[in-house]
């Protein structure tokens, strides 16, 4: 059975979603099967899923993906490139995904590859360029794309402008690494409509970013208006997902699984920063260069206004030398009690393979997969128990469930579900 691979968020599924899935079909062939790796309990930005996993995992089923795997804790909110290694890691570990598609705004595979290889570890000439970059007092992002442009041209560098192509290239320094006996080809997309950072929904039904449903999403949650929540989303969100991505988003509110927002977060976050020593918040992932204790001077100074506490935290803190998505990344971490040291945290490679939800084509590449795969197959959080004396499977999988469960508190609900919840069968 043809079968490609997606490494996403769906976060929640949208238009674009639908329409990579249908493209890869067109081109592949409308029979192929479609495997997704989705982030988990957070996202890549550090940011929770608005959504549980499973609910999300059922969207995607909902529109056409077969078989969707966990993508374990320690790789969901990493940087890109750690991120984009864990992904293709356990899309080729399954061993039956051929093809890994992913977007981009470029759409240029074979641009992509030579930037990539341009970035790599093996360039001894870009890694000094970039290294003198870094020692003139610029940007991590700004020094990698200067470096790039003296070695490959301005051009080709400046596709690092824009964030889909920068996943991009990190999904092709991910698959040359591997070995080449077990290696997926790559296939890329042209991103459709708005940018991913983009705010606002398009008044002409074109296709809305996640961040702009998001943010519609917490308008309504905020909103003082009549009527029930779910009614004012269908107003609003219909036309921008799927049909049957927005049942299950109402499905899952109506339901009393609530969709949670990171300001949410806040009371956790805040009373850690507070109850921790300054000095003490270096130690953890994210948190070096002095990140720690400007949070730390932050989250002392009054706040008058019990909403939007994490929003004001974060206002406070972001800086050129500190964005946004690394502060909430390195919240994260703080939350987990990941450590900038933790060498199993940090470093090791995808050590399971946890699956989500399937349907009927799913099931058949579950059996194909238990022949093949390179890792345990995990379908249930007590799978785990079996390789307590392994430590390296056991510490990756108890980030997963702890971020079950901080998501859970902080949706007002029990500790546990990974052990309660089902896989979701379609």
């Known amino acids: 059975m043809k079968t490609f691979g997606i490494v996403a968020e769906y976060n929640p599924f949208h238009n674009g979603h639908a329409w990579q899935l249908s493209e890869a079909r067109r081109i592949l062939g409308s029979d192929c099967a479609a495997v997704a790796v989705m982030s988990g309990?957070?996202?890549?930005?550090?940011?929770?899923?608005?959504?549980?996993?499973?609910?999300?995992?059922?969207?995607?089923?909902?529109?056409?993906?077969?078989?969707?795997?966990?993508?374990?804790?320690?790789?969901?909110?990493?940087?890109?490139g750690r991120f984009a290694r864990g992904g293709v890691e356990l899309l080729a570990a399954t061993g039956i995904v051929q093809t890994i598609v992913f977007g981009s705004e470029s759409g240029q595979l074979e641009e992509l590859t030579d930037l990539a290889a341009v970035l790599s570890d093996e360039n001894d000439i870009y890694?000094?360029?970039?290294?003198?970059?870094?020692?003139?007092?610029?940007?991590?992002?700004?020094?990698?794309?200067?470096?790039?442009?003296?070695?490959?041209?301005?051009?080709?560098?400046?596709l690092l402008e824009q964030s889909n192509n920068i996943l991009a290239v990190e999904y092709l320094q991910a698959l040359a690494r591997l070995d080449s006996r077990r290696r997926p080809k790559a296939m890329t997309l042209p991103r459709q409509g708005r940018d991913y950072n983009d705010a606002a929904l398009p008044s002409d039904l074109s296709y809305a970013s996640a961040s702009a449903i998001r943010r519609e999403i917490?308008?309504?949650?905020?909103?003082?208006?009549?009527?029930?929540?779910?009614?004012?989303?269908?107003?609003?969100?219909?036309?921008?997902?799927?049909?049957?991505?927005?049942?299950?988003?109402?499905?899952?509110?109506?339901?009393?699984?609530?969709?949670?927002?990171?300001?949410?977060?806040?009371?956790?976050?805040?009373?850690?920063?507070?109850?921790?020593?300054?000095?003490?918040?270096?130690?953890?992932?994210?948190?070096?260069?002095?990140?720690?204790?400007?949070?730390?001077?932050a989250a002392r100074r009054p706040n008058k206004s019990a909403e939007g506490r994490l929003t004001a935290l974060l206002e406070?803190?972001?800086?050129?030398?500190?964005?946004?998505?690394?502060?909430?990344?390195?919240?994260?971490?703080?939350?987990?009690?990941?450590?900038?040291?933790?060498?199993i945290a940090m470093h090791s490679?995808?050590?399971?393979?946890?699956?989500?939800?399937?349907?009927?084509?799913?099931?058949?590449?579950?059996?194909?997969?238990?022949?093949?795969?390179?890792?345990?197959?995990?379908?249930?959080?007590?799978?785990?128990?079996?390789?307590?004396?392994d430590s390296q499977i056991m510490q990756q999988a108890s980030y997963d469930l702890l971020a079950t469960d901080i998501r859970a508190l902080a949706a007002g609900l029990a500790c546990g579900s990974d052990f309660d919840t089902e896989v979701v069968i379609s």
């Open 316 to 343: 406070q803190a972001d800086t050129r030398r500190f964005p946004r998505t690394r502060i909430q990344r390195a919240l994260i971490a703080m939350l987990m009690q990941i450590k900038a040291d933790d060498e």
């Open 41 to 80: 309990s957070f996202t890549q930005r550090g940011e929770p899923g608005i959504m549980n996993k499973w609910d999300r995992a059922a969207a995607a089923m909902a529109c056409g993906v077969d078989l969707v795997i966990e993508l374990p804790q320690v790789f969901a909110s990493a940087s890109a």
């Open 127 to 158: 890694k000094q360029i970039f290294r003198d970059n870094l020692d003139q007092g610029l940007s991590w992002p700004a020094a990698r794309q200067k470096a790039a442009a003296q070695v490959i041209g301005p051009e080709i560098a400046s």
């Open 218 to 297: 917490s308008e309504q949650l905020g909103s003082n208006e009549s009527g029930a929540l779910e009614a004012r989303l269908v107003k609003t969100l219909s036309g921008h997902m799927p049909p049957s991505s927005l049942a299950v988003l109402l499905a899952s509110s109506s339901a009393g699984r609530r969709l949670i927002l990171p300001e949410d977060l806040a009371p956790q976050i805040l009373t850690q920063l507070r109850a921790t020593d300054p000095e003490l918040l270096d130690q953890y992932a994210h948190m070096q260069e002095g990140l720690g204790r400007r949070l730390a001077e």
């Open 349 to 389: 490679s995808a050590q399971y393979i946890r699956i989500l939800g399937f349907n009927k084509k799913g099931r058949h590449l579950l059996k194909l997969m238990r022949k093949y795969a390179s890792l345990p197959i995990i379908t249930r959080a007590s799978d785990f128990l079996e390789f307590g004396r």
